[in-house]
C-alpha cells in the first residue's frame, strides 16, 4: 500500500470520512476506491513480524479495518462507498458520515516516511530516571528498563531494599532531574 496508499490526495485538507472495511481488506478496499476516482488513505506503520524463527518489519494499518476518503463538498458520493466491495460500513452519526478534520489526515500524513507513519521521539530512555505520578507508588523515584511501542514501561523502583519490576503507562512518570 506504500506509494499507492495516497494516491488522488488533493493538497486542501478538506473533509474526510472514516470507512470500517472487512477484517484485512484495507488493500482491496482503497484500490476499488482509487478506481472510483475518489481520494483515499490508509495511513501504514511499520511493525515486527515473527514467522518460522525469522523476524521481518512489515508495513499494517496504523488503524486496522479503517480508512479514509476525502468527502466531496455535495456528499453526493459517500453512498457509492457504502456498496464497495470490502466495505463493511461508512461510520456515520445517525443517517449522516461523520467527519473528520482534513487537519487530522494531513498532520498523518506529515509524519509519513518511506510510506509509513513515525511515531514522534520519545522523551524517555532506557536508564532514565522518573518520578511517579500517581497510584501507590506517587512520588517514588524509579529507573526505566523497557520501552514498548504502546508507551508503556517497565521500571526498577526500590521499596524496602529490595527492587521491585512494575509496568506503567508514560503519562504515569515525569522525568526525574535529581533533587
Not at 67 to 78: P, S, T
Request: hydrophobic share 40%; glycine share 8%; proline share 7%.
Amino acid at each position: 500500500m506504500g506509494a499507492s496508499n495516497m494516491e488522488g490526495c488533493g493538497t486542501s485538507p478538506g473533509r474526510w470520512i472514516a470507512v470500517n472495511t472487512n477484517p484485512h481488506r484495507e488493500r482491496m478496499v482503497l484500490e476499488n476506491l482509487l478506481r472510483q476516482g475518489l481520494s483515499a488513505y490508509c495511513p501504514m506503520i511499520r511493525k515486527q513480524r515473527s514467522h518460522a524463527r525469522r523476524v521481518e518489519v512489515v508495513l499494517r494499518p496504523l488503524f486496522p479495518s479503517y480508512l479514509f476518503v476525502q468527502a466531496n463538498a455535495d456528499l453526493k458520493r459517500w453512498r457509492p462507498i457504502q456498496s464497495t466491495h470490502g466495505v463493511r460500513t461508512v461510520v456515520r452519526i445517525g443517517e449522516d458520515p461523520s467527519f473528520i478534520d482534513g487537519k487530522f489526515i494531513a498532520n498523518l500524513r506529515m509524519r509519513e516516511i518511506d510510506g509509513a507513519v513515525v511515531r514522534p521521539p520519545s522523551p524517555y530512555q532506557i536508564g532514565q530516571a522518573v518520578r511517579i505520578t500517581g497510584g501507590p507508588f506517587d512520588d517514588f523515584i524509579a529507573t526505566i528498563l523497557d520501552l514498548d511501542e504502546k508507551d508503556r514501561m517497565l521500571v526498577l523502583l526500590h521499596v524496602m531494599h529490595r527492587g521491585i519490576k512494575i509496568k506503567l503507562n508514560a503519562e504515569m512518570v515525569m522525568p526525574f532531574y535529581g533533587n
